[in-house]
């Protein structure tokens, strides 16, 4: 599945009023390319991080759905917050990874994805569901299920690696990211 | 590396915390600050999270402030060390406020070798890292203290770093 065309399965599904966080890495590039809204929020740096940030979004606002898109880089850098995140259960959350087994914005590296399953991993924590997707129609059927689910959730797309041509930069600063997410979140 | 009568603020910084309107709390344990953990763990409306890593819970912290809350991550200064990537490139740089409580392992080269080195740079760690932070004084309310903080993070919204040496809130 090529990545571009997952991240717009994803915002197929995100409502108005759901929130994201997005990792770092080329993913929030293709995101701000795909769809970028305030309700996005773009974690440039501190890897590891997205999930640790939507778990505590989730439990701050808990009348909110919160995706939190991730690659397979981050999820195995951070991977015990996959542990607190099912310890402490947000109801509300909904964590989808897109899987190319590569650093993609470092040059393609390889990462450990292929020999550990990130689902599997979340389901031995404790997430109350996980969906694996080959193509664009089973990730989009996953996501529309795990819509319905008590969360955690995760959704994971295995996802071609390799950089896509033409994608942009995230152009706000950081404290102007900071500040139009948080007044989404807070509405 | 006593402060103070021996008694532990504890309780009182509990209250000055909820005081000061605090109403997020996650961490790492240290046993410079038992006394702290021990209350927050055991306070159902404080809902403490504990957390497996120090930039783990800068992270929920972060997103627990974008979402509307004022939340204080503690930590074992070794922590600290953990955490500087967290607070350069998302907390400090997004300018989300957090209060940071560290326990002051290794104060005055006196403790456990592991602690010796973080012991002595922690403060210039803060320093480095534009961090403004104040060392806790037994022989002071807390109140004040954690006001001195509150207001620091409101006005600058950055991370602020409360320090507890042995005996403060164990």
Known sequence: MNKLDAVKALMSVVGERDLLVCCNGMI??????????PSNFYMIGSMGLA???????????????????????????????????????????IHV?????????TGGQRTISGEVKLESVASAVGYR???RADTVEALTASLLAALAQPGPVMVLGVVEGGTIKGIGRVEPTPPQLAARFAAEARR | MSHGSGKSHAPEFVAALKEAGFNF??????????????LLDRDAEAHYISATRED???????????????????????????SV???????????????????????????????????????????????????????????????????????????VALIAPAGVLE
Not at chain 1, 31 to 36: A, H, N, P, S
Request: with cysteine.
């Open chain 1, 51 to 93: 999930l640790s940030i939507g778990t505590g979004l989730a439990l701050a606002q808990p009348k909110r759905r919160i995706f939190v898109l991730d690659g397979d880089g981050n999820v195995l850098m951070g991977m015990s917050a996959l542990a607190s995140a099912a310890s402490e259960a947000p109801p509300n959350l």
């Open chain 2, 25 to 38: 709390f996650a961490g790492v344990p240290c046993s410079l600050l038992k006394g702290l953990v021990s």
């Open chain 2, 85 to 159: 990537n967290a607070l350069a490139s998302l907390t400090v740089m997004y300018e989300v406020p957090t209060l940071l409580v560290i326990s002051w392992r290794g104060e005055g080269g006196n403790d456990a070798p592991e602690h010796l080195l973080m012991g002595e740079i922690m403060l210039p760690i803060l320093d480095l890292l534009k961090i403004p932070h104040r060392v806790l004084d037994a022989r002071e309310p807390m109140g004040p203290q954690v006001r001195w903080a509150r207001d620091l993070l409101a006005s600058t919204s950055k991370p």
């Open chain 2, 56 to 82: 783990s819970a800068i992270g929920m912290a972060f997103g627990a402030s974008l979402g509307g809350k004022l939340p204080m991550v503690l930590m074992q200064n070794s922590g600290l060390g953990v």
């Open chain 1, 28 to 37: 929030g590039r293709e995101l701000w390319t795909v769809k970028d809204r």
């Open chain 1, 97 to 105: 990874v897109l899987d190319n087994q590569t650093h993609a914005s």
């Open chain 1, 129 to 131: 569901a996980t969906h």
